[in-house]
């Protein structure tokens, strides 16, 4: 069963974008990779590719180990994904 994660949303407050804050790093990846995740199934459903552009570095690490999780547990499938690696 899925942990529920908590957020804090500002989409109406000051910002003009949806923005939410989560706890920690480790709510705010699950969250990422979830979002991800419904993203490729969704595209995957429609037989059309998945775009994505992706961060380089050490901030992402949690983000993409909660995927690769996602690929050995839950079977979630790259094959339609096509990635832009962005750096500076």
Same mark, same amino acid.
């Given at each position: 069963?899925?942990?529920?994660?908590?957020?804090? @949303? =500002?989409?109406?407050?000051?910002? *003009?974008?949806?923005?939410?804050?989560?706890?920690? !790093?480790?709510? #705010? $990846?699950?969250?990422?990779?979830?979002?991800?995740? @419904? =993203?490729?199934?969704?595209?995957? *459903?429609?037989?059309?590719?998945?775009?994505?552009? !992706?961060?380089? #570095? $050490?901030?992402?690490?949690?983000?993409?180990?909660?995927?690769?999780?996602?690929?050995?547990?839950?079977?979630?499938?790259?094959?339609?994904?096509?990635?832009?690696?962005?750096?500076?």
């Amino acid at each position: 069963m899925a942990n529920k994660v908590s957020s804090i @949303d =500002l989409t109406d407050s000051f910002e *003009k974008i949806p923005v939410r804050i989560y706890p920690d !790093l480790k709510q #705010g $990846s699950l969250a990422v990779a979830r979002e991800i995740a @419904d =993203l490729i199934r969704d595209k995957q *459903k429609k037989k059309l590719p998945c775009v994505l552009g !992706l961060a380089t #570095g $050490s901030t992402p690490k949690t983000l993409y180990a909660e995927l690769v999780r996602m690929h050995k547990e839950e079977k979630l499938s790259f094959k339609n994904v096509i990635s832009f690696n962005l750096d500076e």
